[in-house]
């Protein structure tokens, strides 16, 4: 085991170092900062010393190195708009996204899983047939769409939610939470919902699937002639087997809905990181950018230990073949 994680920690190792070099040579080939943040009634020479002080004037490779050593150093720069460090500015954002992006998952689990318990118990009911053919729609809907028709129907004609804000938060371990109070509750189910709806879809189609492949199984037929009550073969037997493959989208989703809240983050003006990205992408501002791309790096790497881990667990196919 200890082996194990020592290989899957020099592979996340890698691959955060390859990431690096691939997201500091794409931001650098695209687009130039100086020309959106200094005005053009500045002289060549406040223009030259504004490019000598935020390090622009050095060949790339430099800058490069310089990246490298400020990372290892605990710092991915220093925000040319904000004047504050990339990773604390990120970091300041985050909690609201990953609170947004959990709500969104928690949603999907909820939802999801019995539907398509249901709908692999049943195939032929036609409640079933709905629920497969209302995901298509889930599937197809653009998130910008839903979340303007939320905002119309929830919070303009029925007035029930707010559309837009993160509401009233409270403190927990020295972050600010929405789910802590009502009022924040209320500014959260929208955005969360307007995320949900792609992977309630996804899980409820994959459990359903895991269910018609796992119910034939012959240990499934062993436990029911044991005697074993329909629920409890459901749940330590059918259900199990069945999260196995969920567990696998499910934190590849949950890394995807924290990088890519962008849109849902602009239209319900929720301040969370991926606001904050499309801000600093408008204004070209790499250090932001680049630290926000490689926190989202890390994120990934990390749930797809975890994930590993918990195959682990799942599983025990995988840790005999590990133990090999």
């Known amino acids: 085991m200890t082996g194990w994680l020592l290989r899957r920690l020099l592979q996340a190792l890698l691959v955060v170092v390859a990431m690096t070099l691939i997201v500091f040579l794409g931001l650098h080939a695209i687009g130039n900062p100086i020309d959106i943040l200094i005005g053009e009634d500045m002289n060549q020479q406040e223009r030259l010393a ?47 996204t990953m609170e947004l992006a959990f709500a969104a998952l ?28 209302t995901s298509i729609v889930g599937f197809s809907l653009p998130a910008f769409w839903v979340a303007l028709m939320l905002i119309m129907v929830f919070s303009v004609q029925l007035g029930w939610l707010p559309a837009s804000g993160r509401g009233e938060t409270r403190a927990l371990f020295g972050v600010q939470w929405s789910w802590l109070t009502l009022d924040g509750l209320q500014h959260l189910l929208l955005p969360a919902f307007n995320l949900a709806l792609f992977k309630i879809s996804l899980v409820l189609r994959l459990t359903r699937a895991g269910v018609r492949e796992v119910l034939p199984q012959d240990f499934v037929k062993f436990a029911r002639a044991k005697g074993l009550s329909p629920t409890r073969v ?91």
């Open 106 to 133: 928690l949603m999907a689990i909820v939802v999801g899983v019995p539907l398509g318990l249901f709908a692999g118990m049943k195939p032929e009911h036609p409640v079933s047939r709905a629920l497969m053919a």
């Open 50 to 96: 504004a490019i000598a002080r935020l390090g622009l004037d050095q060949p790339l490779w430099r800058q490069y190195l310089a990246f490298v050593d400020g990372a290892l150093h605990g710092s991915l720069g220093r925000s040319f708009v904000y004047q504050e460090d990339a990773v604390r500015l990120i970091l300041q954002r985050l909690p609201a």
């Open 234 to 324: 459901m749940v330590m037997h059918v259900l199990r087997n069945t999260m196995i493959p969920l567990v696998t989208v499910l934190g590849l989703e949950l890394g995807a809905t924290i990088a890519y809240a962008v849109v849902t983050e602009s239209i319900f003006a929720w301040p969370g990181a991926g606001k904050l990205i499309l801000d600093s992408i408008n204004s070209l501002d790499r250090p932001v950018v680049v630290a926000y791309l490689m926190v989202v790096v890390v994120i990934f790497v990390t749930l797809n230990l975890i994930v590993a881990l918990l195959y682990k667990l799942l599983d025990p196919r995988v840790r005999l073949e590990g133990a090999r």
